[in-house]
């Protein structure tokens, strides 16, 4: 399968607790993304790591990338309530034309408790 | 980044007939996708729409039961035919979001549709 896992499939912490989620794939990547939806509704872009780097930070969230291990882990810091959702990485593919498509993982769902 | 929105955003319909979602950008794009989340589970790509061409559909997924239109370059529809209760899901137009090769992929709220 060209999905990635990501674990923990469900996760359940109390506000101002950091979260913390993997994803693992298995034939090497150019870009990976991290997404978060809530409650069945449409994906919201969270961070883009390209294959290069090795950490990007974008307020409460840190994305790390190691390539060796092709894993990649998403910590949310001092979450909260509205954190609640699930978060998907998504590797880019190689595509027709040159092109790229987004292979998604199975996702992780956070329950953060006020 | 890019606006998408999607109609119908759900529907229920009944086994047997077919159901046309519409998906429309407020710029103009090369790509545009099209994903199935079936209830509990992660995305998989249906097929990439290309203006002018027709669509590659992934290994799964055929032309007969999820045709695609792409007149243009703002505007794209995905009609699920001959529906059965499997059909179930949410279904999400997604687009690049520029800059060349696939950096951001956006996406649309997504139709829920149940199939009874």
């Known amino acids: 399968s060209q999905q990635g896992e990501e674990d923990p499939q469900a996760l359940s912490i109390q506000e101002g607790e950091n979260a913390t989620m993997n994803c693992s794939y298995k034939?090497?990547?150019?870009?990976l993304q991290w997404y978060r939806q809530n409650s069945g509704r449409g994906l919201v872009h969270l961070i883009l790591i390209r294959s290069n780097e090795r950490e990007k930070h974008s307020g409460r969230l840190r994305v790390t990338l190691d390539t060796s291990k092709k894993s990649s882990s998403l910590l949310i810091t001092a979450s909260r309530a509205a954190d609640t959702a699930s978060y998907f990485c998504?590797?880019?593919?190689?595509?027709?034309?040159?092109?790229?498509?987004?292979?998604f993982g199975k996702g992780t769902k956070l329950t953060v408790n006020p | 980044s890019a606006v998408i929105s999607q109609k119908p955003s759900r529907d229920i319909c009944q086994r047997g007939t077919s159901l046309t979602i519409q998906c429309q950008v407020d710029?103009?794009?090369?790509?545009m996708f099209w994903y199935r989340q079936q209830p509990g589970q992660s995305l998989t790509l249906i097929a990439t729409a290309n203006q002018g061409s027709e669509a590659t559909y992934e290994s799964g997924f055929v032309i007969d039961k999820f045709p695609i239109s792409r007149p243009n370059l703002t505007f794209s529809t995905l009609t699920v035919s001959n529906m059965s209760p499997e059909d179930s899901s949410i279904y999400l137009c997604s687009v690049e979001g520029g800059g060349g090769a696939l950096e951001t992929q956006y996406f649309g709220p997504g139709t829920r549709l149940l199939v009874l």
């Open positions: 998504a590797r880019h593919h190689p595509f027709q034309g040159g092109s790229e498509k987004l292979v």
């Open positions: 034939t090497s990547i150019n870009n």
């Open positions: 710029s103009q794009v090369t790509m």
